[in-house]
């Protein structure tokens, strides 16, 4: 177990006050770390059973407190960003914190703002809500890494009942795909087998299946997969894929893609890797997103652009206006429940709009790294915690 000593503060400050603390899991030592970098305090609760005291516990809570000033919630500055993002990252990946958010009412709360409930029925209705107000949707069942061919089989179950669902009920929408949760760790064979499936089912529902990007150690071969269920006779335009503007090597990928007519969500990307394979500095990033959108625009192929950055989004249109781009030849792509004003902003000035909306228990993995993408959305829960 690793041990942290106590380290005090005077006042709140914004400086670090950490007590005495055992953890089983060193991915938590390192968020204290990271925390300490960034003078955020970090208050760290653990509830210890009478049997095994010193060796067995849960972890019930962690606080993270942003500092505070006579106006409410401060944002942190920009220098804290990177490390705040790396901390969320780390625990997103920490599995005490994931079992007691995902079996808890108050994780259940926080989430519900990004994540539209746990069933099939609860996005349904969400999809419908949102092509109330003039805006697609993307239909997402959390999950990833599974376990067995089985768990396999039932997560492409529940994507096949989505596109009945949306070909009855005519919904505007389409479906977001995962393929580790298709089964790709277990049997790539296997992951092809289940997406083949889902492909041919979005053609006779007349809709479109897009595989998800997951971390840099799958983006060849989800591109590679991507390439080979294009090809299929009758999937060409009806299978895409989503492309991380924070990666290296996206510009050589998009080049490949268009020259197959693939589909391509842009998106800044949400994994942390290392700054051999992606842009360390944001700066680097946003740059590197616009080169890339205006690759794509002029392509003549139907892209999405995935930003709720105001400054990407300007770039966007500015840049469609000067190349006579019509706004229905692309689209914006945003997540639900994130920049609800500017989703409605941008329908009517005339822009397509495509919300992702994600439902499933297994929620906790990509609600961090949605805080992870966008760290001011902490502030956004703080403020909103506690209103109806």
Known sequence: MLQTARTSSRGWDGDVGIGQVKYKDSSLAQVVEGLSATRIRALIYHNFPKQAQAVHYSLYSLHIKIRKTTKGFSRPPNSFMPILRSV??????????RHFAEDSTLGGRMSSRFVAGTSVEHVLTAAAAVNSHGMATTLDSLGENVHSPEEAQQAADVYHRLLDAIEQRRLDANVSVKLTQMGMDLDPGLAQTMVTGLVEHAVAANTFVRIDM??????????????RLHAMQGNRGRVGVVIQAYLRRSAADIDRLLAEGIRIRLCKGAYQEPANLAFPDKAEVDANFIRLMQVLLPSGVYHGIATHDEKMIEATCRFARERGIQPDQFEFQMLYGVRRDLQKSLVAAGYRMRVYIPFGTEWYPYFMRRLAERPANLLFIARNFFRK
Not at 215 to 221: E, K, L
């Open 88 to 97: 969320l990252i780390a625990l997103s990946r920490n599995s005490s914190l």
């Open 214 to 227: 997951e971390g840099s150690d799958y983006t060849q071969a989800t591109i590679d997969v991507v390439s």
